[in-house]
């Protein structure tokens, strides 16, 4: 695995009126849908096929490239750990705070 930049947001804890002692936020996230770690604007799956298996992979958020397609659930699931401790897919809660 090579010295990838990932891009990512902070995403601030806020409350809002309308959803008494509910604080949302508080997490980051990936800027930009992830994709193979190299790959190109001409190829988006270098390495890793369409849906082959992740194993040491990671998910890397960059702006301008394919995104990984066609990656099963337990691959992205895979993937998005390879990025480090505390990484995971985003949770219902995560999906209601960007809304």
């Known amino acids: 695995m090579g010295n990838y930049v990932n891009h990512e947001v902070i995403i601030p804890k806020f409350t809002i009126a309308d959803v008494s002692g509910v604080t949302f936020g508080g ?15 001409a190829e988006g799956s270098p390495d890793v096929a369409h849906s082959g298996a992740a194993v040491a992979v990671p998910g890397i958020s960059r702006p301008g490239l394919p995104v990984w397609d066609y990656v099963s659930f337990p691959n992205a699931m895979i993937a998005c ?19």
């Open 27 to 41: 997490f980051g996230v990936d800027k930009y849908i992830c994709s193979q770690p190299n790959a190109t604007a």
């Open 81 to 99: 750990c390879n990025k480090g401790k505390g990484w995971h897919l985003m949770s219902a809660f995560e999906w209601a705070s960007l809304a």
